[in-house]
């Protein structure tokens, strides 16, 4: 347990890390241990969770985005723990039909971060990779959705590996 403990998130385990190693010794997961799709936010007015389109971030949003996925990678890091303490974790929001938790980070903190591990030169932000990654464009445009961020970080880092 040690070895999976996060010192960033206050010694926790990230519950899906725990998962996958369990399930590589053998232990089959049973429904529900990691979540699933069906807890991702919804925007109001939405019918399904917003998806990331890789298409729509132009080439200097997807050029932060290998940059980044590139130093984790390096670094042995996973983005949780990486961005640590700036993430906010369980945070509530509310739409009109029903309450959500979510872990965010807000994009100034992102732009910092990633800043301040010499990743990037300047603070300027990139507007594509903010809309497509932002938790809702119309009531939360300056916060990220960190499972989003999660998972196109992977799946760049997949395509830097293939190649």
Do not use: W
Request: hydrophobic share 40%.
């Amino acid at each position: 347990m040690r070895v999976l403990a996060k010192p960033e998130l206050g010694n926790q385990v990230i519950l899906n890390e725990f998962a996958l190693i369990m399930e590589n010794f053998g232990v089959p997961l049973i429904d529900g241990t990691v979540m699933s799709d069906e807890d991702d936010f919804i925007a109001e007015g939405a019918d399904k969770p917003r998806g990331y389109d890789l298409k729509n971030i132009d080439q200097a949003g997807i050029e932060i985005l290998k940059a980044l996925a590139k130093y984790l990678l390096k670094e042995y890091l996973h983005p949780r723990e990486f961005f640590g303490k700036m993430i906010r974790q369980n945070v509530e929001v509310k739409t009109s039909a029903k309450s959500f938790k979510v872990d965010q980070i807000k994009v100034k903190d992102f732009y910092l971060k990633i800043k301040v591990a010499n990743i990037r030169k300047t603070l300027d932000e990139n507007k594509s990779l903010n809309f497509e990654l932002c938790l809702d464009p119309k009531n939360h445009p300056d916060v990220l959705n960190m499972k989003m961020l999660v998972r196109v970080l992977e799946d760049i880092a997949e395509e830097e590996q293939e190649l």
